[in-house]
């Protein structure tokens, strides 16, 4: 099966400019992040979804960061207007959550889009 | 609140020495725990897991890990390093399925030959 789908893999952008990240999941997964990896650090969760609902958005800086996920499928993250220390990979994954609890539900990650603030 | 500590931002092995990856969490409840590895340019892939059952889990490419609860312990390893095992791990949790992923900071290793 193909897998989560991110575009674009890089960008450079000045700051107070904005961007936009695509991802596609994993067809059929009910479940998709977001995570932003910085530089040396592990990846922190910035939203979750659930179909076309948010479950969990509490460390996304919403003065800035936007997602939205119409129609439960593909998402769009949009940072407007960037810092400087918005510079990190930020990466997708998703999940099959159908059944809740179930052990079969891995996250998979997408190639992750590496953001450059200048 | 739920963490995790890896000790060791940065390992480094001879091709065919044993690779150990230190990972402790803490966690109020019983946690499920993983260990991901990420290729340079890449993305995360998930190595191994622990949910439930048998403490000792095996997952690919020939890594293995021990759940520890009297530890708090989610030590990652594999027997013989191989040149290919050059990566980034991250050992992470979570409370339930589905639920969001803790990472700890990473470990890189490095092989030598």
């Known amino acids: 099966e193909a897998g989560v789908a991110q575009s674009p893999r890089y960008k450079i952008i000045e700051k107070r400019q904005s961007v936009a990240f695509w991802c596609n999941p994993i067809?059929?997964?009910?479940?998709l992040y977001w995570y932003q990896q910085i530089l040396g650090q592990g990846p922190k969760l910035l939203i979750q979804f659930q179909n076309n609902g948010v479950v969990d958005d509490s460390q996304l800086p919403k003065d800035r960061f936007s997602a939205e996920r119409l129609k439960g499928v593909d998402s769009t993250l949009k940072i407007q207007p960037a810092k400087l220390e918005d510079s990190a990979v930020y990466l997708c994954?998703?999940?099959?959550?159908?059944?809740?609890?179930?052990?079969?539900?891995?996250?998979?990650f997408g190639p992750g889009t590496r953001l450059t603030v200048l | 609140a739920q963490s995790v500590t890896q000790l060791g931002s940065h390992v480094s092995v001879s091709e065919g020495a044993l690779v150990l990856l230190r990972c402790n969490y803490s966690?109020?409840?019983?946690?499920?725990l993983f260990w991901y590895v990420q290729y340079p340019n890449q993305g995360l892939q998930l190595l191994l897991k622990?949910?439930?059952?048998?403490?000792l889990v095996k997952g690919i490419n020939g890594f293995e890990a021990e759940f520890k609860k009297s530890e708090t312990s989610f030590h990652l390893t594999k027997p013989s390093a191989h040149m290919s095992d050059a990566a980034e791990y991250f050992c992470a949790v979570t409370l339930r399925q589905g639920g969001k992923l803790i990472f700890g900071q990473g470990t890189e290793l490095s092989v030598k030959p």
């Open positions: 622990y949910t439930t059952g048998a403490t």
């Open positions: 994954a998703s999940s099959s959550n159908i059944h809740p609890g179930s052990i079969t539900d891995t996250q998979y």
């Open positions: 067809s059929g997964h009910a479940t």
């Open positions: 966690s109020s409840v019983p946690p499920y």
